[in-house]
């Protein structure tokens, strides 16, 4: 997508914004104006403080994302290559599936205490089963005449995983990836409005008790743009490592 077609209904959006702003039609304190809300965030950004609660939510995403990519994959491709081991343990995955992570915060904060590691546990909660998932379709999904195929050429079960299996489910593995990363931005925006001292959400949180709306909306524009860039930036990765999928 170009930068123009992207442009265009971000303006439109803020026009839209403005207009309504103007005619009054709700409480400038409750709705300010963009000029307002760009002012309060370029004093975040100058403070400091917008960049430090910038880096605590990254940091946490990044750890429970990085420790749901370390389990969620290869127990996703284990068991899509295994039939005996997923009808031991996809049950008691799919029981545990539909539970959303927010509903995990109580526990997460009596087991953890606050701070990161409930954040972690959560993002890793929310991120895991889409790319478990994901990574599971990948491996079952593989045609059986490559399986065949690779294992009548003399392919060891290393080679086939490695050369064959692998890179088979590596378009739905990044699926999941892409998934999992949006879910955990989610969560951790979640799990910082009640159970942290830094981070976006817990930034939220904090303006809201002050009545500092235009801060609030500037966390919040804040929050969708780094979610943007971070599927952006999957993207990327995923077209510079699967050049072949854009060949399809």
Not at 18 to 45: E, H, K, N, S, Y
Not at 50 to 76: M, N
Not at 81 to 88: E, V
Not at 117 to 128: C, I, S
């Amino acid at each position: 997508m170009s930068p123009l077609r992207t442009a265009i209904p971000i303006v439109t959006l803020v026009l839209v914004w403005q207009l309504i702003a103007v005619l009054g039609a709700f409480d400038p304190q409750l709705f300010p104006r963009p000029v307002t809300v760009a002012r309060a965030f370029l004093d975040l950004l100058v403070r400091g403080d917008l960049l430090t609660d910038i880096i605590a939510s990254l940091q946490r995403v990044l750890v429970g994302f990085l420790i749901a990519l370390a389990i969620g994959t290869p127990l996703g491709l284990f068991l899509g290559t295994n039939a005996k081991a997923s009808g031991l343990f996809t049950p008691i995955l799919e029981l545990l599936r539909p539970i959303p992570p927010i509903a995990w915060i109580p526990l997460a904060i009596l087991w953890f205490g606050l701070g990161n590691k409930p954040a972690y546990f959560l993002v890793f909660l929310g991120a895991f089963f889409p790319i478990f998932t994901n990574a599971l379709f990948g491996a079952t999904s593989l045609e059986e005449r490559y399986r065949r195929a690779a294992y009548s050429l003399g392919a060891t079960k290393r080679q086939f995983v490695v050369n064959v299996l692998i890179p088979a489910s590596l378009p739905h593995v990044f699926a999941g990836l892409r998934i999992g990363l949006g879910v955990g931005w989610i969560v951790v925006i979640t799990a910082e409005l009640v159970g942290a001292q830094s981070g976006l959400g817990y930034m939220i949180q904090f303006n809201r008790l002050l009545l500092e709306t235009p801060k609030v909306i500037a966390g919040m524009i804040t929050i969708g743009l780094i979610g943007f860039l971070l599927n952006r930036l999957m993207i990327q990765l995923e077209n510079k490592l699967i050049p072949w999928k854009r060949m399809e």
